[in-house]
C-alpha cells in the first residue's frame, strides 16, 4: 500500500515547476521524515507522527503554491484598489443608462408593457458582463505583472466629498432611472398595450379618463420625486426635512393609486373585458389587493428606511 508520504507527494508535485520537481521531491520527502522521526523519538508511533507531519504541512495546493511562488488570489493587494474603483465606477452609471435606453427602445417598438422589464434586465445583463470582463482582465494583468503606471497617491488626491455622505451616486442613478421608465410608461400604455381591442388597435391598461385629473398628477409627483432624489444626493445624508418631503411624495403617489384601485377607478374597465382571466372568480379584486399591499409595503419600507437614516446621522 503507497504510505501517506507517498500519496502527499503525488498530490503536491504536479502542480509545481517541473524543472524543480526532482528537487522539490528530495527535499520534502526528506524534511518529513526528518519530522516524523523527531516526534518517533519522542515516543510517537510512526503512523501517528506521519499523518500529523502530514496535516500539519496543510493542503498539497497550497503547499505547491509556495513552492511554484503562485499566487493564490483572483485579484491580489497591488491591483485590487484600481479594479475595485474602475468597478464601482462602470457599476454606478452603466447598467442604469443602458436599462433606461433599452427600456425607452421596448417602449418605441410598441411595447411599452414589456418595457420595464426590458430595462431591468439589461441593467443586470450589462452589470454582470462589467464584473466579469474587469475582473477577467485585471486577474490576467496580474499573472503577467503587468505594471499599471498609476500615478504616486498625495494628499492632493483625497475626495472632496464629506465622509459621513449616506446616499451613493449608484443609488440616486438606479433610482432616476426608475423612475423615469414609470413616467415614460404612464402615456405609451395609452397608445401601447398587451391586450387588442380586436381590431388590431391596442386597449389602455389604465382608465382612459384619468388622463383629465390623475394620471397628469402622478406624472407631476414622479417627476418631483426625481427633483427630490438630485437634491437629496447633493445634500448627501438624510435629514428631518428631507424625511418630511419623502412622506409627503410617498404619500401624494400612494393615496391616490390606492384609492383608485380600491374603488376600481384605476384599471381600463376595456381590459378587464378584453382579458377572460380578469372576469374569472376574484381575479380582478386579487390583482387590486396585491397591488394595494404592495403599494403600502413599498411606501412603508422607504419611509422607514429614511427615519432610521436620519436618526443615525443625528446620533
Known sequence: MTSLTDRYLAATLPAVPVARRAEIATELRASIDDMVEARTAGGQDTTTAEREVLTELGDPAQLAARYADRRLHLIGPTYFLAWERLLKRLLSFLPATVGVIMGALEAVDGNPGGAIGEGIVAALMVALH????????FAVLERLNVPLDLPEWTVDRLPEERVDRQIPL???????????LVIAYLPWQHYRSFVSDGAGGDVPILDPTLWSFWLPFLIAVLVATIGFEVVKY????????LVAVNVVLNLAFAVPVIWLLLTDRLFNPDVVQHVAWF?????????????VAGTVLIVLWDVVDSV??????RR
Open 130 to 137: 462589467i464584473c466579469f470582463w474587469v475582473t477577467l482582465v
Open 170 to 180: 449608484t443609488d440616486t442613478g438606479a433610482s432616476i432611472g426608475w423612475l423615469v
Open 234 to 241: 447633493r445634500v448627501g445624508r438624510w435629514t428631518w426635512p
Open 279 to 291: 372576469s374569472e372568480g376574484d381575479n380582478l379584486d386579487t390583482v387590486n389587493a396585491v397591488v
Open 308 to 313: 432610521v437614516k436620519a436618526y443615525r446621522h
